[in-house]
T-cell receptor, first 115, second 117 residues
Framework: AQKVTQAQTEISVVEKEDVTLDCVYE???????LFWYKQPPSGELVFLIR??????QNEISGRYSWNFQKSTSSFNFTITASQVVDSAVYFC????????????FGEGTQLTVNP | GAGVSQSPSNKVTEKGKDVELRCDPI?????LYWYRQSLGQGLEFLIY????????KSGLPSDRFSAERTGGSVSTLTIQRTQQEDSAVYLC???????????????FGPGTRLTVL
């Protein structure tokens, strides 16, 4: 069985602070993919990133960066210099070779960035 | 180009009635998924269609739930004899399924908010 845990239910920061959202996963698959999605107040899930299990290179995209560590089964997401528009619920998700294409989502982290 | 669209955006129904929710995937996407988002259960997988293969129905919570995908495009999720616990946002997603196992990123629609009174 696959599982994704986002231990932080809610995080509140002040604009321009850096914030890290934690994601820990469990899977028995050798090949798997990890994802982050953003759900703003409008409700639509927005794809942010996909990483496969064979690529542990960290990735940076603008103010966003992701730290994938297989040794700790973690795929953490950092927003640098947060902005009010970053306020949303962020979901970490997992899919693997035995589960097919279905995504297993974490519980989500509600991020509030205050001006 | 157009994203995934879903209709209706909101649906209020009475307990015991049947409802149909519609999803139009992104053109050219061969894979289509239904998920449900509710307060108590988070985001749950319901069903997955890939091309002409038999759908993966393993996430459907009961036999009151069914889904069809006609012509490899539009999909309809049907809930029969709705119950209050069916109240949730029903999300549809599609993907190109280019990668082995179809592990492409999924693009989500805006969802249908179902309220069962």
């Amino acid at each position: 069985a696959q599982k994704v845990t986002q231990a932080q239910t809610e995080i509140s920061v002040v604009e321009k602070e850096d914030v890290t959202l934690d994601c820990v996963y469990e899977t028995r698959d050798t090949t798997y993919y990890l994802f982050w999605y953003k759900q703003p107040p409008s409700g639509e899930l927005v794809f942010l990133i996909r990483r496969n299990s064979f690529d542990e290179q960290n990735e940076i995209s603008g103010r966003y960066s992701w730290n994938f560590q297989k040794s700790t089964s973690s795929f953490n997401f950092t927003i640098t210099a947060s902005q009010v528009v970053d306020s949303a619920v962020y979901f970490c998700a997992l899919s693997g070779e035995t589960s097919g294409s279905r995504l297993t989502f974490g519980e989500g982290t509600q991020l509030t960035v205050n001006p | 180009g157009a994203g995934v669209s879903q209709s209706p955006s909101n649906k209020v129904t009475e307990k015991g009635k049947d409802v149909e929710l519609r999803c139009d995937p992104i053109s050219g996407h061969t894979a289509l998924y239904w998920y449900r988002q509710s307060l108590g259960q988070g985001l749950e997988f319901l069903i997955y269609f890939q091309g002409n293969s038999a759908p993966d129905k393993s996430g459907l919570p009961s036999d009151r739930f069914s889904a069809e995908r006609t012509g490899g495009s539009v999909s309809t999720l049907t809930i029969q004899r709705t119950q209050q616990e069916d109240s949730a946002v029903y999300l549809c997603a599609s993907s190109l399924a280019r990668l082995a196992g179809g592990l492409d990123e999924q693009f989500f629609g805006p969802g249908t908010r179902l309220t069962v009174l």
